[in-house]
T-cell receptor
């Protein structure tokens, strides 16, 4: 059974360029999350979707960041224009609503390591 | 602001030692609690859920203290393979949102 799939695994780009990160959640999961992890700030939630609808984007740092989920099996996180301080590991995770109504375990993808020069 | 606080460590312990981590949370409405493990340059993975009555999985024991708003993770008979960063995770009862602590780094030394 495939887990959460992310691409690319590594991205090196120059300041000002557009960056698009991709995620395919586990089939059947109704929640999808985008996180950013740095040494200084740890793991930060950027945005999450429920049934393809953005629920909370309060963690998105600025308007340069945008995320979409056009269908249940695909999401993108876009940074335009990118800046050196955006360098981080970006994780996508998905989960399923349990019978209790709460989320069950979040499963993380392998992450995209982004370096903006 | 909802906070989840952990001692960043590192905790350097010899093989066979017992080590314990605590994690405090500020939101009294928090509903669910987990410990995740993250190996170097890897994604976080669920280690265990934390139940009100406490739970044990082999060498690992997790406990919840709602009155004092903290959870703990106890690792007995540490192995070299336990070296990782351990992340405390709290789910808000109202928003269902997960909040991660910044993690506690454990190094088990031969």
């Amino acid at each position: 059974d495939a887990g959460v799939i992310q691409s690319p695994r590594h991205e090196v780009t120059e300041m000002g360029q557009e960056v698009t990160l991709r995620c395919k959640p586990i089939s059947g999961h109704d929640y999808l999350f985008w996180y950013r992890q740095t040494m200084m700030r740890g793991l930060e939630l950027l945005i999450y979707f429920n049934n393809n609808v953005p629920i909370d984007d309060s963690g998105m740092p600025e308007d340069r960041f945008s995320a979409k989920m056009p269908n249940a099996s695909f999401s993108t996180l876009k940074i335009q224009p990118s800046e050196p301080r955006d360098s981080a590991v970006y994780f996508c995770a998905s989960s399923l609503t349990g019978t209790s109504g709460y989320q069950e375990t979040q499963y993380f993808g392998p992450g995209t390591r982004l370096l903006v020069l | 602001r909802k906070e989840v606080e952990q001692d960043p460590g590192p905790f350097n312990v010899p093989e066979g030692a017992t080590v314990a981590f605590n994690c405090t949370y500020s939101n009294s409405a928090s509903q669910s609690f987990f410990w995740y493990r993250q190996d170097c340059r890897k994604e976080p993975k669920l280690l265990m859920s934390v139940y009100s009555s406490g739970n044990e999985d082999g060498r690992f024991t997790a406990q919840l203290n709602r009155a004092s708003q903290y959870i703990s993770l106890l690792i007995r008979d540490s192995k070299l393979s336990d070296s990782a960063t351990y992340l405390c995770v709290v789910i808000d009862g109202g928003s269902y949102q997960l909040t991660f602590g910044k993690g506690t780094k454990l190094s088990v030394i031969p």
